[in-house]
């Protein structure tokens, strides 16, 4: 079975940066895309980022292009999220997801079919 612990999640000061990762486990980890969803309280689940298998093909949402950038370690089946910059609306459950092909361009959460259980992260002004 496919697991996805995220990790790396706090308490952070706006204009502060935190590294998320996610540890992947039961899947063959450099042949599918990863990304990373975000969803704040009262808000609906939106896409983040991600990455190809190989790490070398990358999609932004337009919120946080110029901040975050994912990146992967296919040798360690970790993925990763450098958030800098970061701003109170940034505020959210942060989830790794693991995509259903090798690329997925889309930004839609029904291309990606493992979630992991998320990670906090909280942006005080």
């Known amino acids: 079975q496919v697991q996805l612990v995220e990790s790396g999640g706090g308490l952070v000061q706006a204009g502060g940066s935190l590294r998320l990762s996610c540890a992947a486990s039961?899947?063959?980890?450099?042949?599918?895309?990863m990304g990373w969803f975000r969803q704040s309280s009262g808000k609906e689940r939106e896409f983040v980022a991600s990455?190809?298998?190989?790490?070398?093909?990358?999609y932004y949402a337009d919120s946080v292009k110029g901040r975050f950038t994912i990146s992967r370690d296919n040798g360690k089946n970790t993925v990763y999220l450098q958030m800098n910059s970061l701003k109170p609306e940034d505020t959210a459950v942060y989830f790794c997801?693991?995509?259903?092909?090798?690329?997925?361009?889309?930004?839609?959460?029904?291309?990606?079919?493992?979630w992991g259980q998320g990670t906090q992260v909280t942006v005080s002004s």
């Open positions: 997801a693991k995509g259903r092909s090798w690329l997925i361009s889309s930004g839609t959460s029904t291309d990606f079919g493992s």
């Open positions: 039961g899947l063959s980890f450099s042949s599918y895309a």
């Open positions: 990455c190809s298998g190989s790490g070398g093909t990358t």
